[in-house]
């Protein structure tokens, strides 16, 4: 029987997911219509999504079997209480890889001193010792797909990497903490902290002034997770006083990120606009055509969020 | 037997080394007298050598079994006619970790354009598609201890690496090419470029006009081996054209490099002080240990360099 597959990622998406997504099922084998909008929104089963683009009322979608987010987070359609059925969000090999390279470059950047070497293009000759990665402790918060993969490069780079999350976690050549008690391990000892959590009611403002007070003087943070996870103010604060010796931040409570916003001119703070990493139409179409597959097998979907945890 | 062994790497250099070199000696259990000055020339049986420390002409040392290098590089010493004894170089394992997180530093920045974001700092939020490592081919000329350690820590991180040297290797992950015609192929697919080569007369000026043009427009070239193996002027032109975007170069013919030398204020270049990686006394020391035990116990040296090859 044909799925009815309502593509709702708004225009350009669509132009630029209508043919990989056609192949994907294909390849799948999965028997489906897809449209990017409905007119008979009775008639919609699964709901491609992104925030923005797809319906904020799913009351209408009275034959709904599924929603197939095509982002990580899932924030902004996790609460919505018209929404009765399985949720997925979108853990995408390419996007994992793109993050991998963008802490590991952003680490290594920080790590070796970039910034000071690009500074000192003016004719002296300023040696100065660099530390090796062994020496050098990175904690990672969130060891989800991202978060492992980053960890991960990290560790086998040869950093000293302590990594956090929600729930025990035991992953080779990592150190792995859990809890409040972890939580606050991790943060003692991190010369550069990464956070790639998800933004729940629990992770929302999560490094906040005290938990900022505990790095490690002369610290770093990369946030290519979601701006959410840290209290703005007491970031500022902290790389201010020169508590903190840097931030580089991808992501931001408000995004495009205001040309009025502090941290745009903060000389302790790197801006990049949320390019970290990004689903990749080819790679993402697989996983939405091997979840609709298995939706029309009646089998386990992938990647299903947990409503109540909140990712 | 006690092995009378000189330092000659200089006040400072034996400031450091004089502690963990006894320390190593202890644990490898060697018999040796270690001095930074020779009143009896006749009486050094060892020398530890940098060069500009160390001694020009080796006629007096009448009982010399053994020059060991500190540095990886020999190019001022292997061509000393009043050198009859074996010359060993430093294999340092800490020189290849700080050359590795060089490296893939330095190829991260250039992959994700982080120059770009650095600059970008100005209120306008820019979002641009950043390849995977994956889709970024980068060669390696050189797969010594330091060229290996690099292309395999930049294959692991996705990269597509085409590695080169001298002689026929294979390396897993790697696609390894040798001889002229292997040159040209790695050359012509190199968006990034990473030169480890020793400076010997073959790879003098190796990078000139003729090979830097077979590297795709737009390529970019990061030099942590030795300055000699590229043609300065050839470098700058292929940058003044914009055939070549970026050299981020630690190593220069002259060093310190002049105040004046086009490199420093050149858009396109990015100097580093030759701090790409450094020998370390705790690791260096106990690779000179080890060869003075095998020197005393008759045993053949470890990283002996091949005269006629110059490395």
Same mark, same amino acid.
């Given at each position: 029987?044909?799925?009815?597959?309502?593509?709702?990622?708004? !225009?350009?998406?669509?132009?630029?997911?209508?043919?990989?997504?056609?192949?994907?099922?294909?390849?799948?084998?999965?028997?489906?219509?897809?449209?990017?909008?409905?007119?008979?929104?009775?008639?919609?089963?699964?709901?491609?999504?992104?925030?923005?683009?797809?319906?904020?009322?799913?009351?209408?979608?009275?034959?709904?079997?599924?929603?197939?987010?095509?982002?990580?987070?899932?924030?902004?359609?996790?609460?919505? !209480?018209?929404?009765?059925?399985?949720?997925?969000?979108?853990?995408?090999?390419?996007?994992?890889?793109?993050?991998?390279?963008?802490?590991?470059?952003?680490?290594?950047?920080?790590?070796?001193?970039?910034?000071?070497?690009?500074?000192?293009?003016?004719?002296?000759?300023?040696?100065?010792?660099?530390?090796?990665?062994?020496?050098?402790?990175?904690?990672?918060?969130?060891?989800?797909?991202?978060?492992?993969?980053?960890?991960?490069?990290?560790?086998?780079?040869?950093?000293?990497?302590?990594?956090?999350?929600?729930?025990?976690?035991?992953?080779?050549?990592?150190?792995?903490?859990?809890?409040?008690?972890?939580?606050?391990?991790?943060?003692?000892?991190?010369?550069?902290?990464?956070?790639?959590?998800?933004?729940?009611?629990?992770?929302?403002?999560?490094?906040?002034?005290?938990?900022?007070?505990?790095?490690?003087?002369?610290?770093?943070?990369?946030?290519?997770?979601?701006?959410?996870?840290?209290?703005?103010?007491?970031?500022?604060?902290?790389?201010?006083?020169?508590?903190?010796?840097?931030?580089?931040?991808?992501?931001?409570?408000?995004?495009?990120?205001?040309?009025?916003?502090?941290?745009?001119?903060?000389?302790?703070?790197?801006?990049?606009?949320?390019?970290?990493?990004?689903?990749?139409?080819?790679?993402?179409?697989?996983?939405?055509?091997?979840?609709?597959?298995?939706?029309?097998?009646?089998?386990?979907?992938?990647?299903?969020?947990?409503?109540?945890?909140?990712?």
């Amino acid at each position: 029987m044909t799925l009815e597959v309502l593509f709702a990622g708004g !225009p350009d998406r669509w132009a630029s997911y209508r043919t990989p997504l056609a192949m994907a099922l294909a390849e799948a084998g999965v028997d489906a219509r897809l449209a990017d909008s409905a007119e008979d929104p009775e008639r919609v089963e699964v709901i491609v999504y992104t925030p923005g683009s797809g319906p904020r009322d799913f009351t209408p979608y009275t034959r709904l079997r599924a929603v197939m987010g095509l982002w990580a987070g899932v924030e902004r359609i996790v609460g919505n !209480p018209t929404l009765k059925v399985p949720l997925t969000r979108m853990v995408d090999p390419a996007m994992t890889e793109g993050m991998r390279e963008y802490v590991v470059g952003h680490v290594l950047r920080h790590h070796l001193g970039l910034d000071l070497d690009l500074a000192r293009q003016d004719g002296v000759w300023r040696q100065r010792h660099v530390a090796l990665a062994r020496e050098r402790r990175v904690g990672v918060l969130g060891l989800g797909a991202l978060g492992r993969a980053a960890a991960t490069a990290l560790a086998q780079l040869g950093f000293s990497v302590s990594g956090w999350s929600r729930t025990p976690r035991d992953l080779p050549g990592l150190s792995c903490r859990h809890g409040e008690a972890g939580l606050a391990e991790v943060l003692d000892g991190a010369e550069i902290l990464v956070t790639l959590l998800p933004h729940t009611p629990d992770t929302e403002g999560l490094l906040d002034a005290r938990r900022l007070a505990r790095l490690p003087a002369g610290a770093v943070i990369v946030n290519p997770g979601r701006g959410a996870l840290i209290d703005d103010d007491a970031l500022l604060a902290a790389l201010d006083s020169g508590h903190l010796a840097h931030a580089t931040l991808d992501v931001f409570r408000t995004e495009p990120l205001p040309p009025d916003h502090p941290f745009w001119s903060h000389p302790r703070v790197t801006v990049t606009p949320h390019i970290a990493s990004e689903t990749r139409p080819d790679t993402a179409s697989r996983v939405i055509a091997e979840n609709l597959r298995r939706l029309a097998a009646g089998e386990p979907l992938l990647h299903l969020v947990d409503r109540q945890r909140g990712y």
